[in-house]
């Protein structure tokens, strides 16, 4: 998780935003991609979060958003408590003052880009 304390990825702790009134779909995605698991889809188990996301992403409006717009579009609900514990957490890893205004999704796309150019330069 983006804390490194609780167990799961990104796309677990996202899984938190996801609005209440979302709940049904949310069930119905993470069944549909069960079953679409037990049909040969070949993501592995410890993916199913990652799957899990995408599936209900894929049946927002639009469809298909990136994780960090669908934070910034509030598909998913920046203000949820759970996002709030990750600019905290954010806040700490990179050495930021407590108090300065930070959005989620802003947070999630550095995030993403310092992954990004960190996996990029291991692969050099």
Known sequence: ????????????FLAYML????????QFSQETTQEARRK???FIDSHSDKANIYTWLSWQNPPG?????????RILNPQHPNAQNFISWFKTLYDLVQDTTLEVGTALQVHFQILQN?????SL
Do not use: C, F, I
């Open 1 to 12: 998780m983006p804390d490194n304390k609780m167990r799961g990825m990104l796309e677990t």
């Open 118 to 122: 960190q996996a990029y330069s291991l």
């Open 40 to 42: 040969g889809a070949p």
């Open 19 to 26: 609005p209440n009134e979302n709940e049904l779909l949310w």
């Open 65 to 73: 958003r990136q994780l960090h717009q669908a934070v910034m579009e």
